[in-house]
């Protein structure tokens, strides 16, 4: 299935058996799942331009992100990386879900486009899921589509 959003410009495919959820979350442009598997693109200005010369500065800005989602465990440390054209980050990491009780992993790519970030994060949940569920993943993240602007 293969998702576009025109407003931000881009495009992600993702399995047709995955269905699209609802997120409250107006920065949430998707967010699909299936069974204990999900992927999830968020858009948000940063206010500053972010290039290529900048990337590494820039890691200060997604290390106090990752930060601030609370008690989490690194698997790696974060991944200079270049999904769908886009600069960026990878940090994989697990913490304990609140609702759940379960351990969740996130393989989580922060992409600098211009004065905005794109997200993407792929969770599974319980965590010992995630190496299963790693080359989907992949397989999904290779199909990230930005367009120029």
């Keep these: 299935m293969r998702f576009t959003d025109p407003v931000v410009g881009f495009s992600i495919s993702y399995p047709s058996e995955w269905r699209p959820l609802t997120s409250p979350d107006a920065q949430v442009r998707l967010l699909a799942a299936r069974d204990t598997a999900s992927v999830l693109v968020r858009t948000q ?13 820039a890691k200060k800005l997604t290390d106090n992100l990752v930060r601030s989602a609370g008690k989490i ?6 991944r200079q990386v270049t999904l769908g054209g886009l600069s960026g980050y990878l940090y994989l ?3 304990k879900d609140s609702a759940s009780g379960q351990m969740v992993a996130h393989a989580h790519y922060f992409l600098f486009r211009g004065k905005s970030l794109l997200t993407v994060v792929f969770q599974a949940q319980p ?3 995630f190496a299963g569920l790693a080359p989907l993943f992949d397989q999904i993240a290779g199909t990230l589509r930005v367009s120029p602007g």
């Design 127 to 129: 965590s010992d899921r």
């Design 73 to 78: 465990k690194l698997l790696r440390e974060a």
């Design 93 to 95: 990491y697990t913490f």
């Design 45 to 57: 200005p940063i206010g500053i331009a972010v290039g290529p010369e900048s990337l590494a500065a």
